[in-house]
């Protein structure tokens, strides 16, 4: 999708987008076309239900005085109260009203009101990066689609005055959505197009932007010791990774070898290619939608991209650990017990509480690798977290105060809500074993908040951690404004907030 920033003027084509504050009262542009179609804006108005609440749209088709196609009122609610999100939203509701009308091109007007918390160059900005959000489609394997299905819509003009300082504000959100798309793009791939090494290769491409990535094999993770890991692939014959994502891009310091003292932030990420379950294997209604149970990698592999498209002034380590996850003769077994690279023996008694296996020895390794400052964990991890929050939050567990909060201030800033959930000793005592150190699953009840407490025995005491359980966000069986149907980067702008206000300098 092509985002243009350009001088405010009446387009003679197209589709033009103009705002309209609380109480129907017209925004400078939607005025100025009023007047040029004879108040027909005004009548539309009157005989509609649209009030100019925030989000609200109705559509005009172009009316005589004006060479336009169509017009758009966006209801822009009390323009004081607008946050960033509100604006990202509006720009994809427009994008996704007008994709399949015919148009071809939309001018989105931004006029400067005082009322505004931001200015118009950064308010156009949001809504170019709604409309680039939104204009996202994953259609590669369709072959035979009919042209009046496909989206009309490439071109997007958002009209302001001051155009060169729209485009300087959208340059890094703009790297950002490359970060979300790649990750959608990873996580809406089959499973025989996505596999360990396959994803692999996809994270080796982040080289070309100064990403140092490194891949461990099999045998290097069996000299570490990862059982737990390995376990867990061992029933497959795609061969499992162990991917290590460094973006070093903080000041220098006077640290060791020029870098900063302080460790990077890391990101763990859950990278299961395809989960059958295993030998405690699933019911074939919806395991297609295993494929995407990589999602926490794949979140990982995305924010990293993004970091580094935008320059972020960070030291960044991104560990994702890639398996697959089938019932063959060399599966694990229930009643199994692994060693993990902690030392710490797990006894299995469902191979399909298989994903925590895998993150214990990521995070095991991000810790003895680089003595990260706070660990952010993302996986696809329970069904549970489905149950308790729906499809509208993700879940939240840590053990450091000043993290959730800053991780749940990212996520409302960006449209990615998180919910915090609870830990704590007794939940901890479901997962004790009689045959080893812990067990891989507790009692049913509870089931997302024990598979928390089993990632926290792998994380050193006094390491500020999170874990987000994103089963529930990472899919979307129907669109919101800024994602259509299907994998939504859930994450990729959350954490990149996080980074933005509170680890670059």
């Known amino acids: 999708m092509k985002i243009i920033f350009a001088a405010p003027k009446l387009p003679g084509r197209g589709a033009v987008a103009v705002g309209v504050m609380a109480g129907t009262t017209l925004s400078p542009s939607a005025a100025n076309l009023d ?4 108040g027909a804006l005004g009548r539309a108005i009157k005989g509609s239900r649209f009030t100019g609440k925030k989000g609200q749209l109705l559509e005009v088709l172009g009316p005589p005085g004006v060479g336009v196609s169509r017009i758009l009122l966006a209801g822009l609610g009390k323009p004081g109260e607008l946050e960033d999100v509100d604006l990202e939203n509006l720009g994809g ?21 005082g009322q505004f918390r931001r200015k118009a160059p950064q308010r156009a900005a949001r809504y170019g990066f709604g409309a680039l959000l939104r204009s996202y489609r994953f259609d590669k394997y369709r072959t035979k689609e009919k042209p009046e299905n496909k989206p009309s819509l490439a071109k997007v003009t958002v009209m302001v005055q001051n155009p060169a300082a729209a485009r300087r504000a959208f340059d890094d959100l703009e790297k950002i959505a490359e970060g979300v798309f790649f990750t959608r793009d990873l996580v809406s791939e ?44 061992q029933g ?57 149970d990589m999602g926490g990698a794949g979140v990982v592999i995305g924010l990293m991209r993004a970091l580094a498209g935008r320059k972020a002034r960070v030291n960044a380590v991104g560990v994702c650990g ?46 003895e690798k680089f003595k990260p400052r706070a660990i952010i964990d993302l996986a696809t991890l329970t069904g549970a977290i489905i149950v308790a929050l729906g499809h509208d939050h993700a879940g939240l567990f840590s053990n450091d105060d000043r993290l959730a909060e800053r991780l749940t201030a990212a996520g409302k800033a960006v449209g990615e809500p998180i919910w915090r959930m609870p830990l704590g000793e007794s939940y901890d005592k479901n997962i004790d074993s009689d045959a080893a150190d812990m067990k891989n699953v507790g009692a049913r009840g509870g089931g997302a908040i024990t598979a928390a407490q089993f990632l926290q025995r792998f994380v050193d005491k006094g390491m500020p951690w999170a874990h987000l359980d994103i089963a529930g966000v990472t ?9 259509p149907k299907g994998g ?12 933005a206000d509170h680890y670059e300098g």
Request: charged share 25%; aromatic share 4%.
């Open 35 to 38: 007047k040029a179609t004879g």
């Open 93 to 113: 509701s427009i994008m996704a009203q007008l994709q399949a009308s015919g148009a071809r091109e939309v001018a989105i007007m931004v006029d400067a009101i």
């Open 190 to 233: 089959p499973a025989n197009v996505i596999y360990p090494k396959s994803l692999a290769r996809e994270a080796r491409k982040l080289g070309k932007l100064g990403v140092k990535v490194q891949v461990l094999g099999t045998a290097e993770m069996r000299r570490l010791g990862m059982g737990a890991l390995l376990g867990v692939a």
């Open 236 to 292: 497959s014959d795609n061969d499992p990774q162990l991917v290590i994502m460094r973006w070093d891009g903080a000041p220098k310091g006077r640290g060791a070898k020029g870098r900063t003292r302080r460790g990077p932030i890391a990101f763990v990420g859950k990278g299961v290619t395809f989960d059958t379950g295993g030998i405690s294997i699933k019911p074939a209604a919806h395991m297609e939608d295993m494929k995407w």
């Open 322 to 367: 890639l398996v697959e996850n089938m019932p063959s003769a060399k599966a694990q077994r229930p009643g199994d017990i692994v060693t993990s690279a902690s030392g710490q023996t797990i006894e299995v008694i469902n191979t399909d509480a298989e994903g925590r296996l895998v993150l214990a020895d990521a995070l095991w390794y991000v810790q």
């Open 475 to 483: 899919w979307e069986s129907k669109a919101k404004p800024t994602a």
């Open 488 to 499: 939504t980067g859930f994450g990729v702008r959350l954490l990149d907030r996080l980074v």
